[in-house]
């Protein structure tokens, strides 16, 4: 049975229980259970059992583990995500690339991102 | 840092930047320059230059050093803030708290010490009228002067008085031939430091080291009557 993947606008700021602005840098490891979202920087390790969404601003140095993943911004380290992943691209990030791209994970894989 | 309490109004939990929320637990180090609220945990360190608010149902373990400071919740670790720091009534504070503003609310409970350092105020830094002498330096230093150099020069400018005063005592012996003078000065001001084997020994040296013996009891209680032994 396929994984049904909700379009990633649906997860706005405010229906997010957290979210890290941009003036907030986080060096160490990260645990939640429900949603956050990363404007900010952050470096070490994110935990989750729950939406993990990677602002467009955002900078991503962990190693990720969460049930769901929504990504505009920069990863660098191992995702892995048991629900599915979503790396939505934005226009700075490079136009050489698709604007867009977006794929599922299968339960319990890994991939690396960049 | 300003001479003027902060104002109420200023430090608005509103407008928060970032908002953590109760689900979400961090361990590290956290730097910030605007707003933040934490309603989780957290356990480390956190750095700011601007509003940090501890929520009601947050726990920090953290060693804070931010602007302003507003706690309704448990913070473990010493506080310093550049501003001010407010302890609501729900705010359970055990560390010690560095800013020069606090505000404690009936009911909250701090267990620490806290430390309130202002900006002193300009007219202590006016330099001193013309018509007295400019007491750069150690040199033109009084007793009283002391007190308001730095620790360093202070402790410098009273060895230098004693120096002063017991160099005074050995001028008395200028009788003495030039070697033994300058013999007997050298022997006053070093009789402090010198360990007192060292002073056992003069029972069996020779004369003048007799005399170094008397002149020992006089550096160390002038106002007793001289004995010279010759």
């Not at chain 2, 506080?79 to 010690?96: C, D, F, I, M, R």
């Not at chain 2, 017991?166 to 033994?180: D, M």
């Amino acid at each position: 049975m396929a994984t049904i993947v909700p379009p990633t606008s649906e997860y706005t700021e405010e229906k997010v229980t957290t979210v890290i602005a941009e003036d907030l840098h986080i060096k160490g490891s990260l645990r939640f259970e429900t949603s956050l979202m990363i404007k900010g920087s952050l470096e070490g390790e994110i935990a989750s059992e729950g939406l993990l969404v990677v602002g467009p601003t955002a900078k991503i140095n962990a190693t990720i583990v969460t049930k769901r993943l929504i990504s505009h911004g920069e990863i660098q380290g191992d995702v892995t995500a048991s629900g599915w992943c979503s790396r939505k691209r934005t226009p700075t990030q490079g136009t050489s690339l698709p604007r867009t791209s977006s794929w599922k994970a299968a339960p319990s894989s890994t991939g690396r991102s960049r | 840092m300003r001479d003027v309490q902060p104002n109420a109004r200023k430090t608005d939990e509103s407008n928060v930047t970032t908002t953590l929320a109760e689900d979400l637990h961090i361990t590290g180090t956290m730097t910030f320059k605007s707003s933040l609220m934490i309603e989780g945990t957290l356990d480390g360190e956190i750095v700011s230059e601007g509003l940090l608010i501890i929520g009601p149902t947050a726990k920090v373990n953290a060693a804070i050093t931010t602007k302003n400071l507003i706690s309704h919740g448990k913070i473990t670790g010493d506080v310093t803030a550049s501003e001010q720091v407010v302890l609501k009534g729900s705010a359970v504070q055990t560390g010690n708290i560095t800013t020069p503003y606090i505000i404690v609310e009936s009911g909250s409970v701090f267990n620490g010490s806290c430390v309130m350092k202002r900006e002193a105020p300009a007219e202590s830094l006016k330099p001193e009228p013309a018509g007295e002498e400019s007491t750069s330096g150690t040199e033109g230093a009084r007793p009283h002067d002391a007190v308001a150099l730095p620790q360093e020069q202070a402790v410098s400018s009273v060895q230098e008085e004693r120096a002063g005063q017991e160099t005074a005592v050995s001028e008395e012996y200028s009788a003495l031939p030039a070697g033994e003078a300058v013999r007997a000065g050298e022997d006053v001001v070093s009789t402090e430091e010198e360990p007192e084997e060292q002073a056992e020994k003069t029972d069996e040296g020779s004369w003048w080291q007799g005399e170094q013996r008397t002149r020992e009891r006089t550096s160390r209680s002038p106002k007793e009557p001289k004995k010279f032994l010759f």
